[in-house]
């Protein structure tokens, strides 16, 4: 099932799973990866998090995390448990992000990927998401994708 974030009972499972997903993927030195983790809190605050869980009481298996900013959707964060993909998670929570922000008026997705993240920069080339640039002083992928207009 997909819900809304619960910030007691998720918020140690989401960071729990961007300390074992994203952040080993990460080219950051450990100092900056530091002060990521430790500014997550503060980004969950901003923008909408859904959760994938077993049912409406059961602890996340994978989260979406986005902002939108004016027409732009922009995905900041998704991870989904090792042993819970190829379950079509992280495919039916951006599926949501995305009717979400087009049902507001948001015409474009955009996401940033690691360089080393093959595996999510597959998955939203799977999705019609396409590479924009290379930015090389972050090290990542810059991908886009055209939202449809839900309005």
């Keep these: 099932m997909i819900r809304y974030r619960r910030p007691k009972q998720d918020d140690p499972v989401i960071h729990d799973l961007i300390c074992k997903e994203l952040v080993p993927l990460s080219h950051l030195s450990p100092s900056e990866l530091k002060t990521v983790v430790k500014d997550v809190p503060k980004r969950l605050s901003h923008g909408v998090t859904l959760v994938a869980s077993k049912d409406y009481e059961s602890d996340p298996i994978a989260f979406i995390h986005f902002m939108m ?42 996401v940033m990927v690691d360089f080393d993240n093959t595996r999510a ?13 290379y930015m090389k002083p972050s090290q990542c992928f810059e991908l886009e994708k055209e939202l449809l207009n839900r309005r």
Excluded: W
């Design 69 to 110: 900013h004016g027409e732009l959707l922009y995905i900041d964060m998704m991870a989904v448990a090792p042993s819970y993909r190829r379950n079509r998670l992280g495919k039916t929570l951006l599926a949501h992000a995305e009717n979400f922000a087009s049902s507001r008026g948001c015409v474009k997705s955009k």
């Design 121 to 133: 920069h597959l998955f939203y080339k799977n999705l019609g998401y396409q590479t924009i640039r």
